[in-house]
């Protein structure tokens, strides 16, 4: 189970919210089938959405769904996260990658390249916000920091990285958000940059610390304070990769083919329908197809 944490630092000075969500993108892609690079382009895509539900929300219902359109090998990416936890995402090509860049890292922004980032705010009354940014390097955190800044005129540092093993297994995945609050005093913004500039990056703090000890190094001299109940929601946020489809959902998409379509699927012996968020099978043998009007009534 991923989990997320908020808090304060620097004397309420920024407003800081963490995920570790390893176990999320380990399973984003063992369903997906997604290759290193793609593991860590969704991978991000995933922690960021579920930082920015709980960095955006006013509601407890409300979901965030970042859309990147990118002119590089792996196609659009869509990750969604709502304030319940749930996170869910796929990508145009899951089979995508690249030799890692001249840093030796996974070339995300290279698997990306160049294009939009969107940002979706469906809030419970089902209005939804929508506004788009051109991408700043297709590394995603970088993109998400300028959206913030740029269409929610919040200031802030965003750090999002996922660790890969050769055998392509997730070893560690998360980041965080660090709002830069209203009157923050210039000596702890200095003290944050400095930190941010010296850390070798998230997912390795993560893999040797722990969630919190990730948080206090890239927060160090600032003092981070878990917040509590006192804030209206738990202090540790359980958080999944899961899913909004079902059967019936799959049952009902089948109902917009022709009844002659159906027939069709019914004498092959049956079809499939698969989840595109979450890569789940659905299986619907020749009965229930034709009692979905493969057969004439009566
Ligand atoms: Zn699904």
Avoid at 164 to 192: K, N
Avoid at 261 to 267: D, F, P, Q, T
Wanted: with cysteine; hydrophobic share 40%.
């Amino acid at each position: 189970m991923g989990r997320l944490v908020r808090g304060l630092a620097g004397g309420g000075a920024f407003r800081v919210i963490a995920a570790d969500t390893t176990d999320v993108v380990e399973e984003a892609r063992r369903r997906h089938r997604l290759s290193p690079t793609a593991t860590a382009a969704l991978g991000r895509a995933l922690t960021g959405a579920a930082l920015l539900a709980f960095l955006l929300s006013k509601t407890p219902r409300e979901r965030v769904t970042l859309k990147i359109e990118g002119d590089g090998p792996l196609g659009h990416l869509v990750a969604e996260a709502g304030v319940d936890g749930r996170v869910r995402g796929y990508v145009g090509r899951p089979e995508a990658d690249l030799p890692p860049n001249e840093r030796g890292k996974l070339d995300v922004g290279g698997l990306i390249g160049k294009g939009e980032l969107r940002v979706m705010r469906s809030l419970p009354n089902g209005e939804i916000y929508d506004s788009s940014v051109p991408l700043v390097s297709g590394e995603v955190a970088e993109d998400l920091a300028h959206y913030l800044l740029k269409s929610e005129q919040i200031p802030s540092a965003v750090l999002l990285g996922v660790r890969v093993a050769p055998e392509g297994e997730v070893e560690a995945a998360g980041g965080l958000v660090v709002q830069v609050m209203p009157g923050a005093p210039e000596e702890a913004v200095d003290r944050l940059e400095e930190n941010l500039r010296a850390v070798p990056g998230f997912s390795g703090l993560l893999k040797e610390r722990g969630l919190l000890g990730a948080v206090g190094a890239v927060l160090a001299g600032l003092g981070f304070e878990k917040l509590g109940a006192e804030s209206g929601l738990p202090p540790e946020l359980p958080l999944a990769f899961r899913c909004r489809c079902d059967r019936e959902k799959a049952r009902q998409a089948l109902r917009f083919f022709p009844p002659e379509e159906l027939r069709k699927m019914a004498e092959e012996g049956g079809t499939e329908v698969v989840c595109r968020w979450c890569g789940e099978v659905y299986r619907f043998g020749p009965e229930e197809l034709r009692s979905l009007g493969g057969e004439p009534a009566g």
